[in-house]
């Protein structure tokens, strides 16, 4: 199975500020049809995922411009700048290029 | 709008198996695959597998082999997930989620989650 390995397990930020949250797969993420499928989720507290961004790079409808995704190969970022309240909560990337499909561990974005 | 209600919470004795259902609304059940994820307390997400209900194909995360069996009625736009030989290590929240095939793949809806409580 395609590890995946997110850092940090816990993110303090202060409102308005600007994170990184890396996330880094043991194997190549590019499908043999030439995509990466890489994504992106935010768990809020008792609530079900949310899809952020999807193929790495890509905001899902709805989603504020304040989160970018980026990356390569085995090595993807997610960026949220201006971090507002409504941020918080638990992300998680997702590969689905190889079965079966994997989610990195979690990384909490919390209030410092 | 899409929408996806899942049955509610389960507390079942250890042995014994639990079925979980999934109602769609808001789009055609028939043309999107519905997946399963399995989510441990203070635990990440676990994929378990697929069904695509137009045809009752499936596709399974080989670690649940055996554990869960999924199916589908069209008639009534539900998808379940039967859970087996129930062990501690089953008490989680399970998920359904839509599935956005076409070169995009990924969930883009979820169900509200089932808590399954697996304790004598």
């Known amino acids: 199975d395609v590890l995946m390995t997110q850092t940090p397990v816990s993110l303090p930020v202060s409102l308005g500020g600007q994170v990184s949250i890396s996330c880094r797969s043991s194997?190549?993420?590019?499908?043999?049809?030439?995509?990466?499928?890489l994504h992106w989720y935010l768990q809020k507290p008792g609530q079900s995922p949310q899809l952020l961004i999807y193929r790495v790079s890509n905001r899902f409808s709805g989603v504020p411009d304040r989160f970018s995704g980026s990356g390569s190969g085995t090595d993807f970022t997610l960026k949220i700048s201006r971090v507002e309240p409504e941020d918080l909560g638990v992300y998680y990337c997702l590969q689905s290029t190889h079965f079966p499909w994997t989610f990195g561990g979690g990384t909490k974005l919390e209030l410092k | 709008q899409v929408q996806l209600q899942q049955s509610g919470a389960e507390l079942v004795k250890p042995g014994s198996s639990v079925k979980i259902s999934c109602k769609a609304s808001g789009y055609t059940f028939t043309s999107y695959d519905m997946h399963w994820i399995k989510q441990q307390p203070g635990n990440g997400l676990e994929w378990i597998g697929w069904i695509y209900p137009g045809n009752g194909n499936t596709k399974y995360n080989q670690k649940f082999n055996g554990k869960a069996t999924l199916t589908a009625d069209k008639s009534s736009s539900t998808a379940y997930m039967q859970l087996s030989s129930l062990t501690s290590e089953d008490s989680a929240v399970y998920f359904c989620a839509r599935f956005e095939g076409y070169y995009l793949y990924y969930f883009d809806y979820w169900g509200q989650g089932v808590m399954v409580t697996v304790s004598s």
């Open positions: 194997q190549s993420l590019v499908h043999s049809d030439g995509n990466t499928y």
